[in-house]
């Protein structure tokens, strides 16, 4: 399971504490999702939630985090490359 989490993470534009803290977590649902795994195991493993008793809250926190792990895989690994070449 993660370190602490947010149900919601980071929207914006900007690279956030929360994601610098969280790439692993992104990089696991990345990679579950390339292998096909569904939705309510990811979140099981990688969260914490149990799928069966909390089923939107389980979808929405798996759901909001693969768009942010997609969101670094297009932009925000340019904001931390930026940072390490400073």
């Not at 992104?26 to 579950?32: E, Q, S």
């Not at 939630?49 to 297009?74: C, F, G, N, Y």
Request: charged share 35%.
């Amino acid at each position: 399971m993660v370190d602490p989490f947010e149900d919601d993470p980071p929207s914006g534009q900007e690279l956030t504490a929360y994601d610098r803290s969280h790439i692993k977590l992104y990089m696991r649902l990345l990679d579950a999702t390339a292998d096909g795994a569904d939705w309510r195991e990811a979140v099981e493993i990688l969260f914490g939630i149990d799928p069966r008793r909390e089923p939107e809250r389980a979808r929405r926190v798996h759901d909001s985090h693969l768009e942010r792990a997609r969101w670094m895989t297009q932009t925000g690994y340019r904001l931390l490359l930026r940072e390490a070449c400073n």
